[in-house]
């Protein structure tokens, strides 16, 4: 049986390294690939490699390169958000990730689930509140509301 894509939806936010925590814990198993997905909504249109993953993302990008991503990519990750993967790559056995993607975090996470063939989605919530929830909208909730694939929120003081 081949091993599932187990994606994490990270913007290095705490609630989002709630969530990647939460993942690395209690979903992996041999054979399976922990791919994290982030998306970058501030990239500047002159970013000229950024054009060529515009509307399907990033490679996947293996964790021995994942600390230099900055330059190619725009994207900054941080060092804890490094050792969390080192360790569950080292831990758990199992190959880990990252994709990125350029826009809209809503809209892409939701299209990540079938370009990247997600087995399961995990993400972090802020714990808005309903009215901001309604006005200002949540990633988490639109996921949940539209991906094809199982959707856990993890919520940051987990």
């Known amino acids: 049986m081949a091993g599932r894509n187990i994606g994490v939806a990270v913007d290095f936010s705490s609630c989002s390294k709630a969530a990647l925590r939460w993942a690395s814990t209690n979903l992996p198993r041999n054979g399976d690939k922990l791919i994290l997905i ?5 990239y500047q249109n002159e970013q000229g490699s950024v054009h060529l993953w515009e509307q399907s993302g990033s490679p996947l990008i293996p964790l021995a390169e994942f600390s230099d991503v900055t330059r190619t990519y725009g994207v900054s990750p941080d060092k804890e958000t490094i050792e969390i993967l080192t360790q569950v790559a080292n831990q ?6 990252a994709k990125i993607f350029y ?6 996470l939701y299209e990540a689930v079938d370009l990247v063939s997600l087995s399961c989605m995990v993400i972090g919530s802020r714990g808005l509140s309903t ?4 006005l200002m909208g949540s990633v988490s909730t639109y996921i949940v509301n539209h991906a094809a694939c199982p959707v856990t929120v993890v919520k940051e003081n987990m």
């Open 131 to 134: 009215l901001k929830r309604a």
């Open 92 to 97: 758990r056995g199992i190959e880990v990730f």
């Open 103 to 108: 826009g809209d975090p809503a809209k892409k």
């Open 38 to 42: 982030h998306v970058n909504n501030s």
